[in-house]
C-alpha cells in the first residue's frame, strides 16, 4: 500500500499537483480502514504531495447544520479534540455560506489556489499556470473571493480566522517541501487542446506495482473440485462484457458514468482486458478460447460455454456519485443486484458447461444466492474494482476510489495459477439485502432525508454478529490454493489458580 502511495505520489508531482484528493476509504472495520489510510497517504506525502481529504456534503447535514459548517464536528472535535493542524476543504458545491469559515472550514473546492494566493501575500513564486487552471472554473454562487473579503471588513469573519486558515494551509505547503523545486502544471485537464497540455509521461514501471497489488488483493470465494488453477484447459469460453473493453473506448463516458467493458476505477490509456490476456496465456498453451460479450444474449453465452473445459464468466456492478446516473441508478446502487441480468447470465453458462468460473467486478457486496450453490459453478473470483492491469486483476477497492489500474493481466495470473490468491474480503457478503444494517430508501417528501445512525459501532460484521445473522461470505474471508492440515496436536496446562488480568493490557490498541 505504501509503495502504491509512493507511486501515485510520483505521478501527481510529475503533473506538477500540489494535492491529492485522496484516497477514498471505505470497508466493514475502522482500525483496517485507517491503517490502510496511514499506507497510502504517507507513500504519497513522501513524494512531496499533499493529500485531502475532502468534506463530502454536498446537501448533507450533521445534527440540521450543513456538514461543512459544522462548529461542533470541525472546530469542537476535529480541531479541538483531535487537535488536527491542517486544513479543512468542502466537497464540490459543498460549501453553503461565507460564514462556515467561522465554523471551521478552510477552503472550498476548486479553491485549493488558496495556497498560491496566499503564496503571493508571502512572497513566494507562484505557479500562473496553476492558477489561470484552477482559478477559472466556475459555478454559480461564490462564498469566498470578494465575498469573503467584504466578511472581513464587516467584522463578520475575524482577521484572525483569515490568518488562521492562511497558516493551516501554507503549513501543508511547507510541510512536503513544496515551496522549492515543485514542477509547474502541464496539463489541463478541462481543454485538452490547451497549449500548457505537454502530455509528461509520469507512469514509468508502475504497471508492475499494480499488477502485484491486483495479484495480492484477488479474493477467491469458491474452489470446489479444485477447479482452479487452470491446468491445461484445452478449450476456454469466455462469457460477459467486462471480460472485454468498453464500447466507446476508456474514457467514453461522463466522469466514467458507464458499465460497459472492464469495470475499472478509472480511465486508463493503456487497459489490458481479462479476453486478451486469457486468450494469449491460453494459445501459448494451445488452447481454443471461445468468446461472447453481450451480458444479455444468453443464448450466445451457452453455446459459448457449451462443450469447453472451463466456462470463465464475468458480472459486474457499478455505482457513481449523486450527480450522475448510470443506468437508471442515481448515484449508489439501486440494489445488491450484478448488473445487466449477471444472475440470469451465471445460470444459463452454468446449465451449459459444468466447470463455470464466475468473476466479479463490483463496487461492493453482490448477492450471489441465485446461483453461488449450484452444482456447476465450480469457483467464484472477487476482482473487485480493476483497472490497468484488469486482465491481471486488480483491486483495492476496499482501500481507495481513485487508483489507476492496468486492467488485464491479474486475473489471468490467479486463474492459471501463477499467483496464489491471498486476498481478503473487506467487507460482509450477506444472503439477502435485509441482512444488512442499512436498507435504501427509494423515496422521500424530503429534500433531505434524516437518517437515524442509531447503530452505532455495529455495521458491518458486527451488526452481523450482534443479530446472529449468517453471512454467505464473512469479513475478511478468502480462500487459496494452499491446503493445511493438522494432526496430533496436544494441548497441557489448566485453567485452575490465576487471576484476570486487568486495566490497560485489556486495550486491544
Given at each position: 500500500?505504501a509503495?502504491?502511495?509512493?507511486?501515485?505520489?510520483?505521478?501527481?508531482?510529475?503533473?506538477?499537483?500540489?494535492?491529492?484528493?485522496?484516497?477514498?476509504?471505505?470497508?466493514?472495520?475502522?482500525?483496517?480502514?485507517?491503517?490502510?489510510a496511514?499506507?497510502?497517504?504517507?507513500?504519497?506525502?513522501?513524494q512531496?504531495v499533499?493529500?485531502?481529504?475532502?468534506?463530502?456534503?454536498?446537501?448533507?447535514?450533521?445534527?440540521g447544520?450543513?456538514?461543512?459548517?459544522?462548529?461542533?464536528?470541525?472546530?469542537?472535535?476535529?480541531?479541538?479534540?483531535f487537535?488536527?493542524?491542517g486544513y479543512?476543504?468542502s466537497?464540490?458545491?459543498?460549501?453553503h455560506?461565507?460564514?462556515?469559515v467561522?465554523?471551521?472550514?478552510?477552503?472550498?473546492?476548486?479553491?485549493?489556489?488558496?495556497i498560491?494566493?496566499f503564496?503571493?501575500?508571502?512572497?513566494?513564486?507562484?505557479d500562473?499556470?496553476?492558477?489561470?487552471?484552477?482559478?477559472g472554473f466556475?459555478y454559480g454562487t461564490?462564498y469566498?473571493?470578494?465575498t469573503?473579503?467584504?466578511?472581513?471588513?464587516?467584522?463578520?469573519?475575524?482577521?484572525?480566522?483569515?490568518?488562521?486558515?492562511?497558516?493551516?494551509?501554507?503549513?501543508?505547503?511547507?510541510?512536503v517541501?513544496?515551496?522549492?523545486?515543485f514542477?509547474?502544471?502541464?496539463?489541463?485537464a478541462?481543454n485538452i487542446?490547451?497549449p500548457?497540455?505537454?502530455?509528461v509521461?509520469?507512469?514509468?514501471?508502475?504497471?508492475t506495482?499494480i499488477r502485484?497489488?491486483?495479484?495480492?488483493?484477488?479474493?477467491l470465494?469458491?474452489n470446489?473440485?479444485?477447479?482452479?488453477?487452470?491446468?491445461s484447459?484445452?478449450?476456454?469460453?469466455?462469457?460477459?462484457?467486462g471480460?472485454?473493453?468498453?464500447?466507446?473506448?476508456?474514457?467514453g463516458?461522463?466522469?466514467?458514468?458507464?458499465?460497459d467493458?472492464?469495470l475499472?476505477?478509472v480511465?486508463a490509456?493503456d487497459?489490458?482486458?481479462?479476453?486478451?490476456?486469457?486468450?494469449?496465456?491460453?494459445?501459448?498453451?494451445?488452447?481454443?478460447?471461445?468468446s461472447?460479450?453481450?451480458?444479455?444474449?444468453?443464448?450466445a453465452?451457452?453455446?459459448?460455454?457449451?462443450?469447453?473445459?472451463?466456462?470463465?464468466?464475468?458480472?459486474?456492478?457499478?455505482?457513481?456519485e449523486?450527480?450522475?446516473?448510470?443506468?437508471?441508478?442515481?448515484?449508489?446502487?439501486?440494489?445488491?443486484k450484478?448488473w445487466?441480468?449477471?444472475?440470469?447470465?451465471?445460470?444459463?453458462v452454468?446449465?451449459?458447461?459444468?466447470?463455470?468460473?464466475?468473476?466479479?467486478?463490483?463496487?461492493?457486496?453482490?448477492?450471489?444466492e441465485?446461483?453461488i450453490?449450484?452444482?456447476?459453478?465450480?469457483?467464484?473470483?472477487?476482482?473487485?474494482?480493476?483497472?490497468?492491469?484488469?486482465?491481471?486483476?486488480?483491486?483495492?477497492?476496499?482501500?481507495?476510489?481513485?487508483l489507476?489500474?492496468l486492467t488485464?493481466?491479474?486475473?489471468?495470473?490467479?486463474?492459471?495459477?501463477l499467483?496464489?490468491p491471498s486476498?481478503?474480503?473487506?467487507y460482509?457478503?450477506?444472503?439477502?439485502?435485509?441482512?444488512?444494517?442499512?436498507?435504501?430508501?427509494?423515496?422521500?417528501?424530503?429534500?433531505?432525508?434524516?437518517i437515524?445512525?442509531d447503530?452505532?459501532?455495529?455495521?458491518?460484521y458486527?451488526?452481523?454478529?450482534?443479530?446472529?445473522?449468517?453471512?454467505?461470505?464473512?469479513f475478511?474471508?478468502?480462500?487459496?490454493?494452499t491446503t493445511?492440515?493438522y494432526?496430533?496436536?496436544n494441548?497441557?496446562?489448566s485453567t485452575?489458580?490465576?487471576?484476570?488480568?486487568?486495566?490497560?493490557?485489556?486495550?486491544?490498541?
Amino acid at each position: 500500500m505504501a509503495q502504491h502511495g509512493a507511486a501515485m505520489g510520483i505521478e501527481f508531482r510529475g503533473k506538477g499537483i500540489n494535492v491529492a484528493l485522496a484516497p477514498m476509504i471505505f470497508g466493514g472495520d475502522p482500525y483496517l480502514s485507517g491503517e490502510a489510510a496511514f499506507e497510502v497517504i504517507t507513500g504519497i506525502q513522501s513524494q512531496g504531495v499533499q493529500v485531502l481529504h475532502s468534506m463530502a456534503s454536498f446537501e448533507d447535514q450533521i445534527n440540521g447544520s450543513y456538514a461543512c459548517e459544522n462548529d461542533k464536528t470541525l472546530n469542537g472535535i476535529l480541531k479541538s479534540e483531535f487537535e488536527f493542524p491542517g486544513y479543512v476543504m468542502s466537497d464540490w458545491w459543498g460549501t453553503h455560506s461565507t460564514l462556515s469559515v467561522n465554523s471551521g472550514l478552510d477552503a472550498r473546492a476548486f479553491i485549493l489556489t488558496f495556497i498560491h494566493i496566499f503564496a503571493d501575500a508571502t512572497g513566494i513564486s507562484t505557479d500562473d499556470n496553476a492558477r489561470r487552471h484552477f482559478t477559472g472554473f466556475r459555478y454559480g454562487t461564490t462564498y469566498f473571493g470578494q465575498t469573503l473579503v467584504n466578511a472581513v471588513q464587516s467584522g463578520s469573519v475575524p482577521q484572525t480566522r483569515i490568518d488562521d486558515m492562511a497558516l493551516r494551509i501554507l503549513a501543508a505547503w511547507y510541510l512536503v517541501g513544496q515551496d522549492s523545486g515543485f514542477p509547474t502544471v502541464n496539463f489541463d485537464a478541462w481543454n485538452i487542446n490547451d497549449p500548457v497540455n505537454t502530455h509528461v509521461n509520469v507512469q514509468a514501471d508502475h504497471k508492475t506495482i499494480i499488477r502485484n497489488i491486483g495479484q495480492a488483493s484477488t479474493v477467491l470465494l469458491k474452489n470446489a473440485k479444485n477447479a482452479l488453477p487452470l491446468v491445461s484447459p484445452k478449450s476456454i469460453g469466455i462469457v460477459g462484457n467486462g471480460a472485454g473493453p468498453s464500447s466507446r473506448g476508456p474514457n467514453g463516458y461522463t466522469d466514467r458514468s458507464g458499465d460497459d467493458g472492464v469495470l475499472a476505477m478509472v480511465g486508463a490509456q493503456d487497459f489490458s482486458q481479462p479476453l486478451d490476456a486469457i486468450t494469449a496465456k491460453a494459445n501459448a498453451a494451445g488452447a481454443t478460447v471461445s468468446s461472447s460479450l453481450s451480458d444479455t444474449d444468453l443464448n450466445a453465452a451457452a453455446n459459448v460455454a457449451s462443450g469447453k473445459d472451463v466456462a470463465l464468466v464475468f458480472i459486474t456492478a457499478d455505482s457513481g456519485e449523486g450527480y450522475l446516473t448510470v443506468e437508471g441508478n442515481a448515484g449508489d446502487r439501486n440494489d445488491l443486484k450484478a448488473w445487466h441480468g449477471g444472475d440470469a447470465l451465471v445460470a444459463k453458462v452454468a446449465s451449459a458447461n459444468s466447470n463455470t468460473v464466475i468473476i466479479v467486478n463490483s463496487v461492493g457486496p453482490i448477492l450471489m444466492e441465485a446461483w453461488i450453490d449450484h452444482i456447476n459453478v465450480t469457483a467464484v473470483v472477487w476482482s473487485g474494482l480493476p483497472g490497468q492491469e484488469a486482465g491481471v486483476n486488480s483491486w483495492l477497492a476496499f482501500l481507495i476510489k481513485y487508483l489507476i489500474n492496468l486492467t488485464g493481466n491479474s486475473v489471468t495470473d490467479i486463474l492459471y495459477g501463477l499467483y496464489n490468491p491471498s486476498g481478503r474480503l473487506p467487507y460482509t457478503i450477506g444472503k439477502t439485502a435485509s441482512d444488512y444494517a442499512a436498507q435504501v430508501i427509494y423515496s422521500s417528501s424530503s429534500s433531505i432525508l434524516p437518517i437515524p445512525y442509531d447503530e452505532g459501532l455495529f455495521v458491518d460484521y458486527r451488526h452481523f454478529d450482534k443479530n446472529s445473522i449468517t453471512p454467505r461470505f464473512e469479513f475478511g474471508f478468502g480462500l487459496s490454493y494452499t491446503t493445511f492440515q493438522y494432526s496430533s496436536i496436544n494441548i497441557s496446562g489448566s485453567t485452575i489458580g490465576g487471576s484476570a488480568p486487568t486495566g490497560s493490557a485489556l486495550d486491544p490498541w
